[in-house]
């Protein structure tokens, strides 16, 4: 296979050879067992959909559900209408919702998992609590009338409304006095949304998991586990060591995933991550060798995509979602690397090449010839000369 000029940071150009061959590629398997392991998905924008950058979303419905049945077929949960789908980031409310209805029902025809988020993005400006409170119930009850488990995701109306830790336990205790099953509280740090600074009432994050603790265990009949999005394996340790029994650490950190997952001596933490959208396959395939107790092998699968996920994840933060999409089309599982909202431009050049050589050399392209020659058409659009 011939090289490809890869753009590098600062300027230039270096030679880099794709890999010739496709890789051996897990199939599928049994259910994991060892782990509850959910992929945050992405979705597929509508590429000829004549919208602007602020306009509502235009998704590409039959693209995007096809990614979630290549997500369940190796026995993922998807964890939809999350920040990875670009919610609050092209994505809004009626997009999520429709996407909600249209995932759990796909999820109910193929037998697959799903868990949705439940926010407050359908209000626009500044709100009082009782109006975070009605966003956050509607949202909860569209999710339960889907069929799907609820993910309450941290609502940025909700910190800018709230003025105390008592704000928080007021309004999580209330929607969890009414949710039909265990939920998923999510704590997304603001190193993915800047809006979400001071959530749970304290900047200070020893304070605010006080405050999180105290919802768990005032309400722990209806909490099914904590999504935590901190990006500090220490703290997600410290925190699901303090967890009741019963309550599960789902961890979305993107830069220590493997060893939180693999856990220790005390316990581990189960998944939903956005970095499992690429690495859907691998990752499978790796808990399904945790299952078995074979931990070096999964330790040997996961470790080397870690500089790949925080390359992805890099800040800022919150446009991992870029490179996440560039994968998926790579990879032949849509058609154009375009996004809702025009988020396709949210990374520079030389940070998307070097997305691509990670993931090649992990090997996640089942057709490595058709990622090079994508990626040269990218490379050509944008002016680099091959």
């Given at each position: 296979m011939t090289t490809l000029l890869l753009p590098v940071a600062g300027g230039g150009t270096r030679a880099?050879?794709?890999?010739?061959?496709?890789?051996?590629?897990?199939?599928?398997?049994?259910p994991l067992a060892s782990?509850?392991?959910?992929?945050?998905?992405?979705?597929v924008a509508d590429p000829?959909?004549?919208?602007?950058?602020?306009?509502p979303a235009a998704v590409d419905w039959d693209a995007t559900l096809a990614f979630r049945r290549h997500l369940w077929s190796h026995g993922l949960g998807v964890a939809e209408a999350m920040d990875t789908a670009q919610r609050g980031m092209g994505l809004d409310w009626a997009g999520a919702a429709e996407l909600i209805r249209r995932s759990a029902a796909e999820a109910k025809a193929a037998g697959g998992r799903i868990a949705c988020g439940v926010g407050t993005d359908q209000l626009t400006g500044p709100a009082t609590l009782p109006e975070v409170r009605s966003?956050?119930?509607?949202?909860?009850?569209?999710?339960?009338?889907?069929?799907?488990?609820?993910?309450?995701?941290?609502?940025?109306a909700l910190a800018a409304a709230a003025t105390s830790p008592d704000a928080y336990l007021e309004t999580y205790g209330h929607l969890l006095r009414q949710a039909r099953e265990p939920v998923i509280l999510h704590w997304l740090g603001p190193m993915f949304d800047p809006a979400l600074e001071g959530y749970w009432g304290a900047a200070d994050l020893d304070a605010a998991t006080e405050t999180f603790l105290e919802?768990?265990?005032v309400h722990l009949d209806k909490v099914d586990g904590i999504k935590v999005s901190l990006l500090d394996a220490d703290r997600e340790?410290?925190?699901?060591?303090?967890?009741?029994?019963?309550?599960?650490?789902?961890?979305?950190?993107?830069?220590?995933?493997?060893?939180?997952?693999a856990g220790d001596d005390h316990g581990f933490s189960h998944a939903l991550l956005g970095i499992f959208d690429p690495l859907g396959p691998l990752a499978a395939e790796a808990v399904r060798a945790l299952d078995t107790?074979?931990?070096?092998?999964?330790?040997?699968?996961?470790?080397?995509?870690?500089?790949?996920?925080?390359?992805?994840?890099?800040?800022p933060t919150r446009y991992y979602k870029t490179g996440v999409v560039l994968l998926a089309w790579l990879a032949g599982h849509q058609t154009h690397f375009t996004m809702v909202g025009g988020l396709q431009s949210a990374r520079s050049l030389p940070h998307l090449a070097r997305a691509y050589e990670l993931a090649d050399g992990l090997g996640l392209f089942p057709d490595p010839a058709l990622a090079a020659h994508r990626m040269r058409s990218l490379l050509t659009v944008h002016g680099v000369p091959q």
């Open positions: 880099y050879t794709p890999s010739a061959e496709p890789p051996p590629m897990a199939v599928g398997g049994p782990r509850t392991v959910f992929s945050a998905a992405h979705v000829f959909a004549d919208v602007s950058p602020d306009g966003a956050y119930e509607e949202q909860l009850a569209l999710v339960d009338a889907a069929g799907a488990q609820p993910i309450l995701m941290a609502s940025r919802v768990i265990a340790i410290a925190l699901r060591r303090r967890l009741p029994d019963g309550v599960r650490c789902y961890t979305g950190d993107d830069f220590n995933y493997p060893e939180l997952i107790g074979d931990v070096k092998r999964f330790r040997a699968l996961l470790d080397p995509t870690v500089e790949l996920s925080r390359h992805l994840f890099q800040a």
